[in-house]
């Protein structure tokens, strides 16, 4: 059996999977390491484990060969910052573990059994509280340095937005300008209530469509997978998309635009699909 876990900042999916089958899982809320982890103990403690995969919120440390490895980082998130999450669950568990972000995690998922089935790369954004990419080129999931930040990319701004931007970091990066909290921030109005003809969604799939240029023109994915909350909605997919054409203006050839950006094919599913995923690669490598 395998084991994976979807770690966000609002809740942790664990799952166990026998023979690709997901046989139980279980939502536990994510609140002090002590105790979000008490719980994660106490269901996988039920099963015999071969090995185990982790996708995080982030940002983490992904260098083996650094003292921060498998801690998470500067997070916001009370008691998670520098807490060596990794190295607590191999104390747990002596199995082979694979750590990654959740976004990786999901575009992996997506790529073996969601939307990507087929490609051998592919980009997963998700459009959120917060925005965040994972990348899987030639199959195997992409980190340098550090892991991708694709989120808090620079875009140029919208000729009619004068809004500051959220991102406690960068203020208008991606993020700050078109993640979920700058739809309400500047219009009072959550995202799911404003009408499909309001002008924000312009500027929305403005910010987004510049992103998925800006990661097309670098690593040339096969596909790119959009989901998060925002992307619930079929009329801002269409925005993006007519976006990214009339944007990119011709320069770089890609697959027809509504088979190149696509929704998830895993929804609310791709991060633990992905994460079990994992966790039997890893287990294949031992």
């Not at 592919?122 to 990419?133: E, F, Q």
């Not at 500051?164 to 700058?182: F, I, M, V």
Request: proline letters at 5%; a negative charge; hydrophobic letters at 35%.
């Amino acid at each position: 059996m395998y084991g994976g876990i979807e770690a966000g900042g609002t809740k942790f999916i664990c799952a166990v999977s026998n023979e690709g089958v997901i046989v139980e899982r279980v939502s536990i809320p994510t609140t002090t390491p002590e105790k979000t982890l008490k719980q994660v103990f106490d269901f996988f403690d039920q099963y015999e484990l071969e090995a185990l995969g982790i996708g995080s919120f982030g940002p983490i440390g992904i260098d083996k060969n650094a003292d921060n490895y498998g801690y998470v980082l500067a997070t916001p998130k009370p008691g998670w910052g520098n807490y060596n999450f990794l190295g607590s669950i191999q104390e747990r568990y002596g199995i082979p573990m694979a750590w990654t972000t959740d976004v990786n995690a999901a575009a992996y998922g997506e790529l073996l059994k969601g939307a990507a089935q087929g490609k051998k790369s592919c980009i997963y954004l998700t459009v959120g509280t917060g925005i965040g990419a994972g990348v899987v080129l030639e199959g195997d999931i992409f980190s340098g340095l550090a892991h991708p930040e694709m989120g808090h990319i620079w875009v140029k701004r919208h000729p009619e937005d004068t809004y500051e931007g959220t991102c406690p970091y960068h203020k208008d990066c991606l993020e700050g300008l078109a993640a979920g909290p700058s739809i309400e921030a500047r219009t009072g109005i959550k995202g799911q209530e404003l009408p499909q003809d309001h002008p924000i969604w312009d500027i929305q799939a403005y910010y987004i469509a510049q992103a998925l240029i800006n990661y097309t023109l670098t690593l040339a994915p096969e596909k790119i997978i959009l989901g998060g909350g925002v992307m619930n909605q079929d009329h801002l997919l269409h925005k993006i998309r007519q976006q990214f054409v009339e944007l990119m203006g011709g320069y770089m050839e890609t697959p027809q635009v509504d088979e190149y950006i696509v929704r998830w094919g895993l929804p609310n599913e791709s991060g633990i699909i992905g994460s079990l995923l994992l966790a039997e690669k890893e287990h294949g490598k031992q």
